[in-house]
């Protein structure tokens, strides 16, 4: 459990980092990327060559004797809710930084992002149950509120349920939002599947997948003990053992495989991140690859 002044350090570390990410551009491109619910009307003006006649204003142009059109303004407001997994498995960490620093950071980058556009942020901390919810509000004191709480959460033991968050997540949001889904998806019930289809097909849902290096290959360091940090589960494993770390890696990289072909299957827009890299290069290359599908 960090201490106040530990918290408030990695809190500030945290976002002086993602302040200098969030640039014009990654606005811009988070922009294009999650449209407004609508469009709402703006304003009447002089028709000028090149203008679509379809929205030339008749009773205006009647009225002045020269011919006005209509113009229309996206209706911007958004709701952007982060469901943030904090199980056992998320403060695992091989190196720098475990997977809950990880995720703190994710959402730091994206709610900036969104604030930036004046969008409303909001949390749900979920483990085996639903943790903390913070109701969407807007400003960068909301996104601190939200690296805050992810940091300070403290469930060393606890399991993961992401069908559980994701029903609870559905009958508090009424209407639809931006959902950034930030977990390992170490859940063993594989019933979250069918759980995160019916949520895509409410909301704009976005699956955020963190992993760490060690993951996936295991260090050759001679006998040790692997604990499981969701169930508490022990075992001994001679990790000089090639014939174990290859199998271990062909499983690790199995279960990676088979998320990626679930979000396509289902059509779910997704972003991987790994504890020993960066969280802006994958973060701007989905908001551009996602923002080049929507022209199209």
Not at 61 to 78: D, V
């Amino acid at each position: 459990m960090l201490t106040t002044a530990e918290l408030m350090k990695k809190v500030g570390d945290i976002r002086i980092l993602t302040s200098r990410l969030v640039d014009d551009r990654l606005s811009g491109d988070y922009h294009s990327s999650f449209k407004g619910q609508g469009v709402e009307f703006d304003e009447v003006r002089e028709y000028t060559a090149g203008d679509d006649v379809r929205a030339i204003d008749w009773n205006v142009t009647a009225r002045t004797g020269f011919p006005h059109i209509k113009r229309f303004a996206e209706e911007r407001e958004l709701t952007v809710m982060f469901l943030v997994d904090v199980s056992g498995s998320q403060s695992y960490g091989s190196g720098a930084r475990p997977k809950s620093e990880l995720a703190a950071e994710l959402a730091c980058l994206l709610a900036l992002a969104s604030v930036r556009n004046q969008d409303n942020v909001g949390l749900i901390l979920f483990s085996d149950k639903i943790i903390k919810t913070v109701p969407p509000k807007k400003g960068r004191k909301a996104v601190m509120r939200i690296v805050r709480e992810v940091l300070a959460a403290d469930t060393p033991d606890g399991g993961t349920d992401i069908a559980g968050a994701l029903n609870y997540l559905n009958n508090i949001l009424h209407r639809k939002a931006v959902v950034f889904l930030i977990s390992d998806f170490q859940d063993a019930d594989s019933g979250w599947e069918k759980h995160i289809s019916k949520t895509s097909a409410r909301h704009d849902l976005v699956c955020c997948h963190l992993r760490d290096p060690a993951e996936i290959a295991l260090p050759d360091a001679g006998v040790v003990e692997l604990e499981d940090p969701e169930t508490g589960e022990t075992v001994w494993v001679d990790t000089s053992s090639r014939k174990i770390r290859d199998a271990f890696a062909a499983s690790a990289n199995a279960r990676f495989a088979e998320l990626e072909t679930l979000f396509k299957r289902s059509k779910i827009d997704a972003m991987f991140f790994s504890a020993d890299a960066d969280t802006i290069g994958p973060v701007r290359r989905f908001f551009r690859k996602r923002a080049g599908k929507k022209r199209r």
